[in-house]
């Protein structure tokens, strides 16, 4: 299917051409970049990356638009999920939040969590891109005193155990994803070749173990081998990666909110392209080599790849569930009320209503997004 996009400006060819070259170059050193890697330094490679560069990445005048960012209710339910955790542990209890972005959701978790008084003593944040921590700060020192001095950056997980909450929006879908295919029943790994003047184009080369043993370990677990030609995602090391970001919590939980599927329904026959997206003003397209550095790339999650990783990190899942489904479970209905006995006036209260509908419809985020809540 074709897609119309919106033509980058001058400035953003130039920058695109800066961060091809850095990969270029990656590329005549090493020679065919694994598409995971390709995807890493298109989102994050310093100062040039989708993530890392100062580009407008959130809301309308942006690419995408997350639920933190439609309005304060997503951040307000999610708080009421998190506040009994926090108010149990008490008085030495820390927040983590992968991957902020803006800050949105930040702000209301803690202004919700000041009003809940279960503000943790510390709520750190955990950013790769030094342009949104940026924004980050500029935001949130805007906050009371006594709630702004909690925040804190972090580089990497804590390396001491930890109790609390880790609380991550849209992030494992922007993991850099490993593409592989299948075929004459061997499993194949996406690279991407410099075709000169024709951009980035990928082929297709024998899986490492590495890649190659995931896929096997799909298939295993879906009782049939996948068809021939059939293409998609795994993310080899999301063991690890969970390990290495919850593996310091002692107590507590970790909540993953993203777009996914459980395996069986991520791997489905009719399902032979995968997940892999690219969007870009809105626009979401599988142009994925195109617009290097100016779009976003995403990839769905396989929950049940999560749940496994978070059992092996010593987890129990305490939840795996619609957005819509864990929203209303998490007093939507009050946030909603008091949301819309406090809007000031109609154009308030539409906007409320229009933040509800896109959080909760099947065909918005209600269905597509799932909520996975891991405790220990
Ligand atoms: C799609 S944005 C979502 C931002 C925010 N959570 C929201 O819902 O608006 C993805 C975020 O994840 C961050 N990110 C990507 N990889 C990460 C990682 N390995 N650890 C922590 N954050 C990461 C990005 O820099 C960005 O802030």
Known sequence: MRIDLPEPTSAEREHSATLQGFIRNEIAAKGPLPFSRFMELAMYAPGLGYYSAGKTKFGAAGDFITAPELGSVFARCV???IAPTLRDIGAHSQMIELGGGS???AEDCLRELAHLDALPARYSLLEPSA????????????????????????????????????????????????????????????????????????????????????????????????????????????PYWIQAVCGGLQRGMALFVDYGYTRREFYRED?????????????????????????????????????????RA???????????????????????????????????????????????LPAEMGETFKVMACER
């Not at 024709?198 to 896929?215: C, K, Q």
């Not at 142009?287 to 059992?311: I, K, M, N, W």
């Not at 009320?337 to 000031?344: C, F, L, N």
């Open 79 to 81: 708080t009421r999920a």
């Open 103 to 105: 800050g949105a959701f």
């Open 131 to 238: 342009d949104l921590r940026q924004r980050q700060r500029e935001r949130l020192q805007q906050l009371p005193a006594e709630i702004a001095e909690r925040v804190h950056w972090i580089d990497r997980p804590p390396d001491d155990d930890w109790q609390g909450v880790l609380f991550a929006n849209e992030v494992l879908d922007a993991l850099p994803a490993t593409r592989f295919g299948i075929r004459d029943g061997e499993v194949f790994e996406e690279h991407v070749i410099d075709a000169g003047g024709e951009g980035f184009v990928s082929i297709d080369l024998p899986a490492e173990s590495f890649t190659a043993n995931a896929v096997r370990h799909i298939e295993r677990d879906l009782g049939h081998g996948l068809a021939d030609g059939y293409r998609s995602e795994v993310l080899p090391q999301l």
């Open 271 to 311: 399902r032979h392209g995968g997940t892999l997206m690219a969007t870009y003003r809105h626009r979401a397209h599988t142009d994925v080599l195109s617009r290097v550095g100016l779009q976003d790339l995403t990839a769905f999650v396989d929950f049940s790849a999560l749940a496994e990783a978070a059992t």
């Open 314 to 360: 010593g987890f129990r899942i305490a939840g795996l569930g619609t957005q819509a489904d864990f929203l209303m479970a998490n007093g939507l209905d009050v946030v909603f009320a008091q949301a819309y006995a406090a809007a000031g006036d109609e154009a308030v209260r539409y906007r409320l209503s229009q933040e509800v509908k896109r959080l909760t």
